[in-house]
C-alpha cells in the first residue's frame, strides 16, 4: 500500500497530479507499507467481532494514596511551612521569592527559591542545589 504525500496527506487517492496541483519540479513524498505491515497495525478484534482497544484502560489512583505522596505526608506538616487558606487562593507578595518548609520526593527538607532575574527555579536541600531554566 502506498501513499503520496504533497503539503500533507492527499485526501482522494485517485485525483491526477495536476488535479492535485503538482507542477514539474515540486517534492513529494511516497510513503509505502507492505500489507503484512498493515495488517499489525491494525485494531485487533474479540470474539465477538467488537475492535479491542489499543490499549488498556487507565486506573486512576488516588494521589493520596500513592507510595510516593504518602512516605511525605507521614513526615507531617514542616515547622517552618507557609500556612494556607483551604479552598481560597491567597496571592503571594511581590517580595516574595522563596519558600521554606516543603519536602522532596525523598522526604528531605527543600526551599524553592524563585530567581527572575536568572529565570531560574531552584530547589535546594542541606546538601545539594537543583537549577532548573
Not at 494514596?65 to 507578595?93: C, F, N, R, Y
Amino acid at each position: 500500500m502506498q501513499k503520496l504525500m504533497y503539503k500533507g496527506l492527499l485526501k482522494n487517492d485517485t485525483d491526477t497530479l495536476e488535479k492535485v496541483g503538482i507542477k514539474n519540479g515540486a517534492k513529494v513524498m511516497l510513503i509505502g507499507s507492505s500489507q503484512a505491515d498493515i495488517a499489525i497495525a491494525k485494531p485487533q478484534t474479540g470474539a465477538d467481532g467488537t475492535k479491542l482497544a489499543w490499549d488498556a484502560p487507565k486506573q486512576e489512583e488516588n494521589i493520596c494514596k500513592q507510595q510516593q505522596h504518602e512516605k511525605v505526608l507521614s513526615k507531617g506538616v514542616p515547622d517552618d511551612a507557609t500556612p494556607g487558606i483551604k479552598d481560597k487562593q491567597v496571592p503571594l507578595a511581590d517580595t516574595l521569592n522563596n519558600f521554606n518548609g516543603l519536602y522532596n520526593s525523598q522526604g528531605s527538607k527543600v526551599r524553592l527559591t524563585f530567581k527572575p532575574d536568572l529565570q531560574q527555579l531552584w530547589v535546594a536541600s542541606t546538601t545539594s542545589t537543583q537549577k532548573s531554566e
